[in-house]
């Protein structure tokens, strides 16, 4: 396994221009193109702000009790900071699902490191994640965000940690949908509940107790509050023990799910 | 150049078993297999296929080795291996120096970016750097002779476009080892000679080539051994020409048995219709004694009086043994074997050849030819000699008759029999006439086969 691993930073050409592929497929043929990446969050948040700010307006944004939100606005800039995140999450776990069946002429027919799949999906996706980072940057001038330069430079970590997370889990999931074609309907559902399981549309201090420590359970809330400490909050950034720990963590998993990958690499060829 | 005496390629007893599911596992389900508990049992085939049993093989550097087989006989499965595409199951594999695989040309193309940014990619996957596929490229397009369309999405690329690009990429990986599975089918006449050229071009620099193929006349030109695998075994190995001959003739030996089994059901049909469950017996006309009413149609049956019955047809080689395939050229006796109850004076033998399209490429009978019939009475042999039968390479059928000069049928036997013509030669249209060419000084030619 670790012969194998170490041979991953050799492929990192390759890595680099399937990405670019990727990215470059994505939107081909579309008459705005590129300009989607900017767009689609740009959409999601439309969506998620009427929602959760008008047609059926949280504790958190109106009501009477603790108003972290006094309008609509800074809860949709609030919303925004665990949103992208999270889809740059979601969309790399779907695909990855996917990843080595859609590509199961490489598997079969080339000589072709098969790991290198979800990796680039998961690269791809944090791509794309990096595009909508503009137009939340423009949200949170606009709003004046408390963001401080010293809360800033625990951005790369967290999005870092992500990407370990991300790939790890990424690498599991193609692995094991190869034998299961099932995961993949599964995951849409488990992705659905485990967004609402994350504090993303609502902060985590609005959570009951009981509900907090299941928050607390789940990796993603440690990465949402990171974001949203960092970008969003005012006052310094409490969580980066539990941002390490969880690094920590994802590398731990990174490399069981590498594992199980390496052990089931054999069977893809034939189960493809 | 390599001293050719140490290996490049390298199987040592190795074997592929593949694991079958029966209908019900394969559709087993996460859900069902949790609820059953049967996760790990599920996951463990109840029957294998073994694709690949015990083979051995060394190819040392600079050999071109050539693997022939019928279909499904582990060539395929032999390739992967090699190229690391698989595992084996028991054994093992060692190739020394950089792969590359012809086995699916443009594996890997996204259809939806440029030809130049999917021979990017494809270069780099298949090994190179950026740089190296930059230095390449013009040389890549070129071979592909893709100058104008390299731009265009590979999406709107023919299918021969498609295969031309994959195959001048992979060939320019400069690869020590070199695999290719029988992808010299596609392209035009003019391509597969350039890849031919781009072979030879390898032998020359010393590169090993492991070719899998159906074409037995490349492996015996262009090889310097051959390995036959039937049913994932050896079968043979070493000199082209034999391995190729013995290939041939068990090639054939298979035919026959196939044109036996396909003669004996149409007869069987023939002979018994639905209606006479009781064996047919030769005393009893079990089908109508009238020819169907449309005569030209090419369908087999069998109808008469059978005062005169045809109790049995061989094709008799000029050995004497009887067989279903011959070469165009050779001798063919036809042998039919004849029984008449009781004395008949009126009959004329008649025999007819058919393309496997229903053309009648000969006819003729005893009457015709000047023969006139004077008795028949009890179990007689009528021979039908072709010193020279100079049909073209084909399935071929045939019509044998006894009737009254006047048609009325004792027993057809309509397309009841069947033989095949085989030839190095792949000459069309319906019979070979006896020719020779005669090429004046100037002209630059020369005979390479057969």
């Avoid at chain 1, 579309?30 to 929602?51: A, M």
Wanted: aromatic letters at 12%; hydrophobic letters at 45%; a neutral charge.
């Amino acid at each position: 396994m670790f012969h194998n691993l170490a041979q991953l930073p050799r492929y990192r050409g390759l890595i680099q221009s399937l990405v670019a592929r990727e990215l470059k497929a994505r939107y081909r043929g579309s008459v705005l193109g590129f300009f989607w990446s900017f767009i689609n969050p740009l959409l999601l948040l439309l969506v998620y702000t009427t929602v959760f700010a008008y047609i059926m307006p949280a504790r958190f944004t109106g009501g009477d009790e603790p108003k972290p939100f006094a309008d609509a606005y800074p809860y949709s800039v609030f919303l925004f900071c665990g949103l992208l995140p999270w889809t740059w999450f979601a969309s790399s776990l779907n695909e990855s699902a996917g990843v080595l069946i859609s590509g199961g002429n490489l598997i079969k027919k080339v000589l072709f490191p098969a790991e290198v799949l979800p990796i680039v999906t998961a690269l791809a996706n944090m791509v794309h994640f990096f595009f909508g980072l503009p137009i939340l940057a423009l949200f949170l001038l606009y709003s004046h965000a408390p963001v401080t330069p010293g809360e800033l430079l625990w951005f790369p970590v967290i999005v870092l940690v992500q990407l370990i997370l991300t790939a790890g889990l990424g690498l599991l999931l193609a692995a094991l949908t190869v034998h299961f074609r099932d995961i993949r309907d599964i995951l849409s559902n488990v992705l659905t509940l485990w967004y609402f399981a994350t504090p993303i549309i609502y902060p985590w201090q609005h959570a009951p107790d009981l509900g907090k420590w299941f928050l607390n359970a789940n990796p993603f809330t440690h990465l949402a509050i990171s974001y949203q400490e960092v970008l969003f909050f005012r006052g310094p950034f409490g969580h980066w023990r539990w941002l390490l720990a969880l690094g920590a963590a994802s590398i731990a998993f990174f490399l069981f799910a590498y594992f199980v990958f390496d052990r089931l690499r054999d069977t893809f060829a034939e189960e493809v | 150049m390599d001293d050719g005496r140490t290996a490049a390629i390298e199987v040592i007893r190795a074997s592929k078993i593949y694991r079958r599911f029966s209908h019900r596992k394969q559709f087993a389900t996460l859900k069902s297999a949790l609820l059953s508990r049967s996760l790990i049992k599920n996951l463990r085939p109840d029957e294998t296929f073994t694709a690949l049993d015990d083979v051995s093989l060394t190819v040392p550097k600079g050999r071109t080795l050539g693997v022939i087989g019928r279909n499904g006989s582990g060539k395929s499965t032999l390739l992967k291996l090699v190229a690391g595409i698989s595992k084996p199951s028991s054994g093992s594999v060692r190739v020394d120096g950089r792969i590359s695989a012809l086995i699916e040309l443009g594996a890997g193309f996204h259809p939806e970016i440029s030809g130049r940014e999917n021979v990017f990619i494809n270069g780099i996957m298949l090994g190179l750097t950026k740089r190296e596929v930059t230095r390449r490229f013009d040389e890549i397009v070129e071979f592909a002779e893709m100058k104008e369309f390299i731009d265009a999405p590979v999406k709107t690329y023919s299918s021969g476009m498609y295969v031309r690009l994959g195959f001048a990429v992979a060939i320019h990986v400069d690869p020590d080892v070199l695999l290719v599975d029988e992808v010299l089918a596609v392209g035009d006449e003019g391509f597969t000679h350039k890849c031919l050229d781009k072979f030879a071009e390898f032998k020359r620099r010393g590169k090993t080539i492991l070719l899998v193929t159906h074409s037995l006349g490349l492996v015996e030109r262009f090889c310097d051994e051959a390995l036959w695998l039937d049913r994932g075994r050896i079968k043979g190995s070493g000199d082209p020409k034999r391995i190729v001959g013995a290939y041939i003739a068990d090639v054939e030996h298979h035919e026959e048995g196939e044109l036996a089994a396909v003669d004996a059901k149409a007869r069987q049909a023939a002979a018994a219709p639905p209606e006479a469950a009781a064996a047919a017996l030769p005393e009893t006309p079990v089908d109508a004694a009238t020819p169907p009413s449309d005569m030209f149609r090419a369908i087999e049956g069998r109808w008469g009086s059978r005062e005169v019955e045809i109790t049995d047809v061989a094709f008799l080689g000029p050995d004497g043994e009887a067989r279903h395939v011959f070469q165009t050229g050779e001798t063919m006796v036809v042998r039919m074997r004849l029984r008449a109850p009781a004395p008949i004076e009126d009959f004329v033998f008649g025999i007819g050849l058919f393309s496997a399209d229903g053309l009648c490429c000969y006819g003729t009978n005893s009457d015709i030819e000047g023969f006139v019939s004077r008795k028949l009475h009890g179990d007689a042999e009528v021979r039908i000699t072709f010193p020279a039968l100079d049909l073209v390479p084909g399935t071929y059928k045939v019509d044998l008759a006894v009737h009254r000069r006047d048609g009325v049928t004792y027993d057809y036997h309509r397309l009841l029999y069947t033989f095949r013509m085989k030839s190095a030669i792949a000459d069309v249209g319906v019979y070979r006439p006896g020719h020779t060419w005669q090429f004046s000084a100037g002209i630059g030619i020369e005979q390479v086969k057969p």
